[in-house]
C-alpha cells in the first residue's frame, strides 16, 4: 500500500502517519488498501477497500457505519475540508504539505463515495458523515468543499452550499486541473497516473 499511494503521489510522512494510526492498512490476501473510521472510543466502525494493482476494484467493507467514515482530523480547526474519497483526502493533505502548510492542524472527512442529491435540492440530506463530524465538532465554523471536477461534483457542491445551516461559511474550492485532487497533485508533481489516463480514455 506504501507503494501504491506513493505511486500516486502521497507523501511519505502522511502515509506513516496513516499506518502509524491505524487509519489505513494492507489485507491479505489481495493486498488492497483498507481505509479506516473511528469512532470517539476510538473503535473501528467503518472501512473502505481499493485493490493496488490495475485492477479497479473498490467498496465498503461488510458492516461498515458511514457516520464515521475516513477522515484525518485530530486537530480542533474550526475549518473542515470535505472530500469524496480517501485518495483526495490524502491528497490534499499532500498539497498542503507541499505548500508549507502543517496539514496536522487541518482537518480532513471524506464522505466515502459521491454525495447525491435528491431530485429537489431542498428535499436533500446533509450526508450522514459530514453530520455526524459536525454533531462531534460544534467549533467549526467553516466547510471547505473538494469535490471532484464532475457534473455529479458541481451538482453535489452546491446542494450543501445550498441546504447546510446558515451559521456555516460554505466555500466550493474544486481542483484547479483535473478531476479530482489526486488527478491535480499527480499534474503538478509530474506523475504519470495510469488510472487517470483510463478514466480519461473512457471518457
Known sequence: ???????????YTIIQYCIDKGLIFESLPYHNLVCVGFD???????????????????GDCSGSDKHYSFRVADSDSSTVHLFECA???????????????????????SLSGVYSPAKKI???????????????????????IHFDNDIAGRK???????????????VDEPPKAGKDFNDFLCMRM?????KTHERNEER
Open 1 to 11: 500500500i506504501t507503494e501504491y499511494l506513493f505511486g500516486r503521489g502521497i507523501d
Open 40 to 58: 470517539e472510543k476510538n473503535t473501528p466502525r467503518y472501512a473502505s477497500f481499493r485493490a493496488t494493482n490495475d485492477r479497479r476494484i473498490l
Open 87 to 109: 485518495i483526495d483526502l490524502l491528497s490534499y493533505a499532500t498539497l498542503a504539505k507541499l505548500n508549507g502548510q502543517d496539514w496536522k492542524e487541518m482537518s480532513f472527512v
Open 122 to 144: 431542498e428535499d436533500s440530506k446533509v450526508p450522514i458523515a459530514l453530520e455526524k463530524y459536525l454533531g462531534s465538532n460544534p467549533s467549526v465554523r467553516k466547510i471547505r
Open 156 to 170: 453535489a457542491a452546491q446542494t450543501l452550499k445550498t441546504i447546510l445551516p446558515d451559521k456555516y461559511e460554505i
Open 190 to 194: 509530474g506523475i504519470y497516473n495510469k
